[in-house]
């Protein structure tokens, strides 16, 4: 796999795929670039598609584990990515990449990013900072609950997590490998969730933002990810959600034709 080397030494891994206009996917958490394998052929005959490796997943070197601004470290690296390809970049992130390819965005130079594309982004951040308390406390106290069990390394807890976004019982109907990969990584995704609730972008940043962007979410899905999405509209300029039919927060995978429609239709 190819990588971009960050100026403070560490290296960042992608895939790459296709010719033409550039495309920059952006994975959630626990996962790596491989999560957009399902999308990617949908993508590849008309764009250069690079599929990253967040920081700690893949081939990439890991941020520091505060919570508070990592999202933002994540996104600076994602950032430069997007940069090496020039300007107009289709940027698009899944879950927690939502929260960072949001980051990649504002950090990145101006024109870089032309749409940005957000696929049930847990940008907690915006409940915040539209004051949708409603939404924001049940959410935080069941995903800290999670957290500090995941980190203290309690077995099976990591179903708390799988089955809030994909419906009771998700977790234990999963085939055997995905289990043991999940538990495997719970304490690094109790990480990024902590680090999805102490994001530090703006409302004057998120103002700023100048690119469209996108919100899809699933009519199988929670109802925080509208919620999230109908906060996110309210801080950025230029915004419109979309929903998908039958989706929930596995979309990547049961709809990965509808997904590379709203990144570049």
């Not at 505060?66 to 698009?92: K, N």
């Not at 004051?131 to 800290?144: I, N, T």
């Not at 409302?203 to 700023?208: C, I, N, P, S, T």
Request: charged share 20%; glycine share 12%.
């Amino acid at each position: 796999m190819p990588t971009l080397d960050l100026p403070d030494g560490k290296k960042l891994s992608y895939r790459e795929e296709g010719s033409g206009p550039p495309v920059v996917l952006v994975h959630g958490s626990p996962a790596d670039s491989r999560s957009w394998g399902r999308v990617t052929p949908h993508l590849r005959d008309r764009f250069r598609v690079l599929a990253v490796d967040l920081p700690g997943y893949g081939g990439s070197d890991g941020v520091p584990d505060e919570p508070a601004g990592r999202a933002a470290l994540m996104g600076a690296a994602v950032a430069r990515l997007a940069q090496s390809c020039g300007a107009g970049v289709r940027l698009a992130g899944h879950s927690y990449g939502g929260v960072v390819a949001i980051q990649a965005a504002l950090q990145a130079k101006a024109g870089t990013v032309g749409h940005l594309a957000l696929f049930e982004p847990v940008f907690f951040r915006a409940l915040h900072l539209t004051g949708d308390k409603a939404a924001l406390d049940p959410a935080v106290a069941h995903f800290e609950d999670y957290a500090g069990r995941a980190l203290a390394a309690e077995p099976g807890v990591v179903r708390l997590m799988i089955d809030y976004w994909f419906g009771n019982g998700a977790f234990a109907r999963m085939p055997d490998p995905v289990r043991g990969y999940l538990e495997a990584n719970a304490a690094r995704n109790a990480l990024d969730v902590r680090s999805s609730f102490n994001d530090i972008a703006t409302e004057a940043q998120l103002r700023g933002l100048t690119a469209p962007v996108m919100v899809a979410t699933g009519d199988k899905s929670p109802e925080v990810v509208r919620a999230i999405g109908r906060g996110l509209l309210k801080l950025v300029p230029n915004g419109r959600m979309e929903s998908l039919a039958g989706a929930n927060h596995g979309m990547l995978d049961s709809h990965p034709d509808a997904v590379a429609r709203l990144i570049a239709p």
